[in-house]
Antibody
């Protein structure tokens, strides 16, 4: 079964750090671009970051640039999001998603909740 | 940056109704437009890609059309399972619309 499973969310204080993981299974992980998308409580979907298939190229939303780092370990079939200098406005469910070139985001994880609060 | 604007924000409809949601791009995105359905507490689900291609396993009552800057998602006969929030997304740089909530009338 093709699957993405996120982990690593939780409660963190403002200014703190957290690393999210997304474990992939059921497909050739190293062949796909991957993304992180977040959704604040009661709000819409917001694209956060993407990484190409071999990890050599990344991009970020302006709201997280310089604070978040996306990476991947193709040997471990795992995507990461290192989040530093967290702010209250980063509070959201974070989803990882597979990017099939012509079919957009065809597979999504179940999401992991990040709460930034003192 | 390309902005995506959906209308309406909320739509009240009854089972069996034909429903249309519009998504407009601030500049041409060719046919690089996807539609997703999201239910409360769940991850989004891909319905339509490349503006009009139906994702495998998605019921044929869902259809998409358009190109350039104006796109539509149509549900031909609304079913109880279709009450949800729908998002468009341009996938040149992956911006989402703000969402359209389809509610029971």
């Amino acid at each position: 079964e093709v699957q993405l499973v996120e982990s690593g969310g939780g409660l963190v204080q403002p200014g703190g750090s957290l690393r999210l993981s997304c474990a992939a299974s059921g497909f050739t992980f190293s062949s796909y671009w991957m993304h992180w998308v977040r959704q604040a409580p009661g709000k819409g979907l917001v694209w956060v970051s993407r990484i190409n298939s071999d990890g050599s190229s990344t991009s970020y939303a302006d709201s997280v640039k310089g604070r978040f780092t996306i990476s991947r370990d193709n040997a471990k079939n795992t995507l990461y999001l290192q989040m530093n200098s967290l702010r209250a406005e980063d509070t959201a469910v974070y989803y990882c998603a597979r990017n099939e070139v012509s079919r957009a985001f065809d597979i999504w994880g179940q999401g992991t909740m990040v709460t930034v609060s003192s | 940056d390309i902005q995506m604007t959906q209308s309406p924000s909320t739509l009240s409809a009854s089972v069996g109704d034909r429903v249309t949601i519009t998504c407009r791009a601030s500049q041409s995105i060719s046919s690089w437009l996807a539609w997703y359905q999201q239910k409360p507490g769940k991850a989004p689900k891909l319905l339509i890609y490349k503006a009009s291609s139906l994702e495998s396993g998605v019921p044929s009552r869902f259809s998409g059309s358009g190109s350039g800057t104006e796109f539509t998602l149509t549900i031909s006969s609304l079913q109880p399972d279709d009450f949800a929030t729908y998002y468009c997304q341009q996938y040149n740089i992956w911006t989402f619309g703000q969402g359209t909530k389809v509610e029971i009338k």
